[in-house]
């Protein structure tokens, strides 16, 4: 198993506190074709650009909190998250795929469960399961070829023998 340590490049950088990828504002123009500044700075804001990298780092919880929410063993899906190529790639597909759902879905993550019109309660189950984007959940239900199981594997997963832990990312 080829291990990498973390990196940030033109399409995403690597958070060491939160240990987990962003991608950047070059990655979703390229990719997406949308100035996110522009698209998310609905309230005028002093700092568009700090108000779409908040936006991004939203994004990022979203997916890593669907992968933790898989298994109990958060440090090895982490791990792994950090330490292999094919799943920094993984990681970036989906980060992709639901920002491009958040954009045109409004981002579920934040609604309060109420519809405003109505008064209607959504049912709080319903809307939990229609947070992630069905592309960004089929990204990151694909095989992670050097562990033979996916990210969000919910059986048992060990650490590799000799893993420092949190100890080089």
Same mark, same amino acid.
């Given at each position: 198993?080829q291990?990498? *340590?973390?990196?940030?490049?033109? *399409? ?5 506190? +939160?240990?987990?990828?962003?991608? =950047? ?10 100035d996110l500044?522009?698209?998310v700075? *609905? ?5 568009? #650009? ?36 094919? =799943? ?6 989906? &980060?992709?795929? #639901? ?17 405003? +019109?109505t008064? #209607? ?17 089929k990204?990151l ?5 050097e562990?033979g199981?996916?990210? *969000?594997?919910?059986?048992?997963? &060990? ?11």
């Amino acid at each position: 198993m080829q291990l990498i *340590t973390p990196y940030s490049d033109n *399409t995403m950088t690597y958070d060491a506190e +939160k240990h987990q990828y962003i991608l =950047t504002l070059a990655y979703v123009k390229d990719k997406l074709g949308v100035d996110l500044p522009e698209r998310v700075n *609905t309230a005028p804001s002093d700092d568009p #650009q700090k108000v779409a990298q908040a936006e991004l780092e939203r994004i990022s919880d979203e997916i890593y909190s669907y992968i933790y929410a898989h298994n109990n063993n958060n440090e090895v899906q982490e791990y792994f998250a950090a330490k292999l190529e094919s =799943t920094r790639v993984i990681i970036r597909d989906a &980060m992709k795929e #639901q920002l491009a759902y958040n954009l045109t879905s409004g981002a579920l993550s934040r609604f309060s469960g109420v519809n405003v +019109k109505t008064g #209607q309660v959504i049912d709080q189950k319903a809307l939990r399961k229609a947070v992630i984007g069905f592309d960004a959940e089929k990204i990151l239900d694909k095989i992670v070829p050097e562990i033979g199981v996916a990210l *969000t594997y919910q059986g048992y997963l &060990m650490m590799p023998i000799g893993a420092n832990v949190r100890g080089d990312y």
